[in-house]
């Protein structure tokens, strides 16, 4: 199972809120004067801001970067990057621009500054105009599907494998993979982190600025650490909140932050169990797990269906991920599994499965999951060899047997196409020290992963919360983790030594 965000709002914005058709050509006057003969110059773009379709927000204004579909081919097939932007709050302390997108990867970036901006301090808003982007093949960003009709749970292609399903599950994966190939083969080589590293650059050229700062969780902390490493001389003040370790992507992540999940679920059950008389799952840890899990289990069989909607294991297994996020989502989750016990229609504030973003056209009705499996398939070598699978499907689910069937199954990248890009590197010495923010009880990315990217970016600093949450910063509202990081946007000095909140 792949990240969500921490808290409900969080999973909304970051990760349940992530058919082809050829991509479109740059919006006319889009690119402007040409470097070399023939070469078109994309620093060099007039941005045309207007109403951002789907976000209720009038004040925030939106326009659409061209950008090369292969950055190696400038002059070949050119995609569009939709932005977004809400200027800063006092213009004569304006330091430049704060870019933010969502997690997943899949996840929108658009509508965020309007949600993050009232969480931002007053100092911070006064400095930066804060400027979201959907990343390349998200929603407004020449949106790919792969022919579905509907988004897999959470918007993540994940199947958890049952006694005898292997080859079941390695035939589906095949097929979906083929598919993919079908509805938007044009543009699977080129979903790559790197790549949206890539694009963000020009976004940078394209808005005028010689650096930006940037603002990142989970998925999009990655992001900004692999924009570190391609284009350091551009960083100004990045701040990546819970990174995932872009050396590690994507199948060696998956399967060492299973014992998480496992850790993150009996947290879970010994705080349901000690309310048990308020949610019903079971007076010890041992008999709540059983009880989700069983619930589980049994829509493998037959969706449960209750108040007219079925209920399939993939969307109960989403909304347990969802719930072992964030400590704060233990009641809200232990709530919903009691009335699925009990037989009664549950109350779940969030989409569990991604809905289309309202008012925005042209959007694949899968589009959220077709380039969350893009960008996880292009971003580093998956075993080919379905023996692989079977290995540490007997390893995994040995040692973690409510998580290991589903991480270690096989998925749709062993059969992708072969990318057009390599793995990157975190970038050393190369910029300049970088904030990361992390929670020590992260379920969604371990603590090893910000640990590592700070280590990787020579010169960071990290700090920590000691609680049982994802992307802390700002939404969990720990004043010394929020109070460091707004110093460091203000001022642009990093913490003497890591900061143990």
């Not at 308020?278 to 969706?303: F, H, N, Q, S």
């Not at 297994?317 to 989502?329: H, W």
């Not at 390599?422 to 090893?448: N, Q, S, Y």
């Amino acid at each position: 199972m792949t990240h969500c965000a921490g808290t409900s709002r969080r999973v909304l914005l970051a990760a349940f809120a992530i058919a082809a058709c050829l991509a479109p050509a740059a919006p006319a006057g889009a690119v402007g004067t040409a470097g070399a003969v023939g070469t078109p110059d994309f620093s060099r773009q007039e941005l045309r801001w207007g109403d951002c379709a789907g976000t209720g927000d009038p004040a925030l204004r939106c326009a659409e970067v061209a950008v090369p579909l292969d950055h190696r081919r400038p002059r070949g097939r050119t995609i569009t990057t939709a932005i977004s932007r809400l200027p800063a709050t006092d213009p004569s302390r304006r330091r430049g621009v704060l870019l933010t997108t969502g997690g997943g990867p899949g996840g929108p970036g658009v509508p965020l500054p309007s949600s993050l901006a009232p969480m931002l301090s007053p100092e911070v808003r006064a400095r930066y105009d804060l400027i979201g982007f959907d990343i390349r093949f998200v929603e407004r960003s020449t949106p790919i599907g792969c022919g579905r009709t509907v988004e897999e749970p959470g918007g993540y292609w994940v199947r958890t494998a049952t006694p005898g399903s292997f080859p079941a599950d390695a035939a589906e994966a095949r097929a979906y993979a083929r598919d993919c190939v079908r509805a938007a083969g044009w543009a699977l080589p080129y979903a790559t982190t790197a790549n949206a590293a890539r694009d963000m650059d020009v976004i940078r050229a394209a808005l005028g600025e010689e650096k930006i700062s940037y603002l990142g969780g989970s998925y999009a902390g990655m992001l900004g650490a692999v924009f570190a490493a391609l284009f350091p001389e551009r960083v100004d003040r990045f701040v990546l909140d819970s990174p995932v370790n872009p050396e590690a992507a994507w199948r060696p992540y998956e399967l060492a932050r299973t014992p998480a999940f496992e850790a993150g679920t009996a947290a879970f059950a010994t705080w349901a169990a000690e309310h048990d008389a308020v949610y019903g799952l079971g007076g010890t840890a041992r008999e709540v797990t059983d009880t989700v899990a069983g619930l589980i289990r049994r829509a493998a069989t037959a969706p449960v269906v209750v108040t007219g909607h079925a209920w399939t294991s993939g969307e109960l297994g989403a909304l347990l991920v969802a719930g072992i996020y964030d400590e704060r989502s233990f009641g809200l989750i232990a709530a919903a599994f009691g009335d699925l016990a009990a037989g009664r229609e549950p109350y779940v504030p969030f989409p569990v499965r991604p809905l289309p973003p309202a008012g925005v056209p042209g959007v694949p009705a899968d589009n959220h999951t077709a380039a969350n499996i893009a960008y996880r398939c292009g971003d580093g070598p998956w075993p080919r060899d379905p023996r692989d699978y079977r290995r540490d499907l007997a390893s995994y689910s040995a040692r973690y047997p409510l998580f290991g069937p589903a991480n270690a199954n096989i998925t749709p990248c062993a059969f992708w196409p072969r990318v057009k890009d390599e793995p990157v590197r975190l970038p050393a010495g190369r910029a300049p020290g970088v904030l990361v923010t992390a929670a020590l009880r992260d379920v969604a990315v371990p603590i090893a992963n910000s640990r590592a990217v700070a280590a990787g970016i020579r010169g960071s600093r990290t700090v920590t919360i000691d609680a049982h949450t994802h992307a802390p910063y700002p939404a969990f509202g720990d004043a010394c983790l929020n109070g460091q990081v707004d110093a460091f946007l203000t001022t642009g000095t990093l913490p003497p030594a890591d900061v143990a909140c």
